[in-house]
């Protein structure tokens, strides 16, 4: 079968449909990914065809709206710095997508962001359309709304904020879905948010059950999978000067913000420093998108590492808390140290400390050297901190993640 994913976003929204794809390659599938031009070589290296689509996620994270949302002051202010963000790039999206889906496929996986544009085509083109989601958004009493912050409302609470966020997210797709049907000659319908989309559709998450629950008022067809690990790329092998590091010393704590971009990644380098000098840690700091550089004796600063190789070598990690970041520290059984800077990463920082392998999540825009070396230094000694994480990395060893992905397309055939 002809297997299309389409994802939009960072890293951390492409690299676990990099795993998902390999596996249902392995099965006989015919698999290809449509995303932005920038990872078309992580995607090729698997064997996966790649089509592409517009939007440099990074050059939009580095203009001056995408440096509005990382300082957004709070969650509401965040939503609407991502509504004109999103807002102005979504129609060319649209179109890139559309173009990806008329190359041809037999089912569509779409990711959260791109979901809604294919649904649409599915209709048209009477194509199946699966639902494939890195966050839980669906509405639920469990918890609230991902990129609301880590505050429960409350059961009635946290649904009502869900649906709120369903109204704002509707007025941002809803100028590129209503063009969209109009081109593709369906009556215009009535758009409900993000999520307003046909009853009855399987939605599949990829994430473990483990570090989110199921919520027991989901409607059926919305699953939780496990986790859907991203794919080391074949050819990739060490710096020697990274191996010799690891080896001079006890094991280092890793620091990196991933895509994420701030315009002062000089003092987000020497507050990293600073940090780590003072909880007597080596460390090692990853560049990522902003660009992040911190030398010493004990200090090392890394570009693209995959984090399965290497979070497993350390002994915590303080990270942004991305999905894909947090997963990955609780696959290698070591602990976090969270600092959330937006959007869903509020969420999954909270989940680490609920899950007893983190501190109580900082705040970015709060953060500084004696904040981070203390919680630093607390995480790193206290061994039920350590054993917790372990648990839970082996609990997560256990899952197959894919394999109701797999099933679910292949009873389409």
Not at 62 to 80: C, D, I, K, T, Y
Not at 122 to 148: C, H
Not at 201 to 227: A, I, K, N, Q
Not at 296 to 302: P, Q, S
Request: glycine share 8%; hydrophobic share 45%; charged share 20%.
């Amino acid at each position: 079968m002809r297997v299309l994913i389409v994802t939009a976003g960072s890293w951390g929204d492409v690299a676990p449909y990099t795993g998902l794809g390999v596996r249902l390659r392995s099965e006989g599938h015919r698999v290809a990914v449509a995303t932005h031009g920038r990872f078309e070589q992580a995607v090729t290296a698997h064997g996966l065809e790649f089509r592409a689509l517009p939007v440099d996620p990074r050059q939009e994270l580095a203009s001056h709206n995408g440096q509005q949302l990382a300082r957004a002051a709070s969650p509401p202010v965040e939503m609407v710095k991502v509504a004109r963000m999103v807002r102005a790039f979504l129609p060319r999206l649209s179109r890139g997508i559309t173009d990806a889906v008329r190359q041809g496929a037999d089912v569509v996986l779409s990711s959260t962001v791109t979901d809604p544009v294919c649904a649409v085509l599915g209709e048209a083109l009477r194509l199946p359309n699966i639902g494939v989601y890195l966050q839980p958004v669906q509405p639920t009493g469990a918890f609230p709304p991902t990129v609301s912050g880590a505050r429960s409302f409350g059961a009635h609470g946290n649904r009502l904020a869900a649906y709120a966020l369903w109204a704002a997210t509707g007025r941002i797709f809803a100028p590129a879905v209503t063009a969209l049907r109009r081109e593709m000659g369906l009556p215009r319908q009535k758009f409900a948010g993000m999520l307003g989309l046909p009853p009855g559709r399987t939605v599949l998450h990829g994430f473990s059950p483990r570090v989110v629950p199921r919520p027991t008022d989901w409607p059926d067809g919305h699953e939780v999978c496990g986790y859907w690990w991203p794919q080391t790329p074949p050819d990739w092998a060490p710096d020697q000067r990274l191996l010799d590091f690891l080896d001079a010393g006890p094991p280092p704590v890793f620091a990196g913000f991933g895509s994420c971009v701030t315009t002062d990644a000089e003092r987000l380098s020497t507050l990293l420093a600073d940090a780590l000098r003072r909880a007597k840690v080596r460390g090692i700091v990853q560049a990522g998108w902003s660009g992040l550089h911190a030398e010493n004796d004990d200090l090392i600063t890394v570009q693209e590492v995959p984090h399965a190789w290497l979070f497993p070598k350390t002994a915590a990690v303080i990270h942004h808390a991305g999905a894909g970041t947090a997963a990955a520290g609780l696959r290698a059984g070591v602990p976090s140290v969270p600092v959330p800077v937006q959007l869903d990463q509020h969420f999954w920082a909270a989940r680490l400390h609920a899950l007893g392998v983190a501190p109580r999540p900082l705040r970015y825009r709060h953060l500084d050297a004696e904040r981070l070396s203390s919680a630093l230094a607390e995480t790193v000694r206290d061994p039920t901190v350590r054993v917790r994480a372990r648990e839970i990395a082996a609990a997560l060893a256990e899952e197959d993640g894919t394999r109701q992905v797999l099933s679910a397309i292949e009873r389409l055939g």
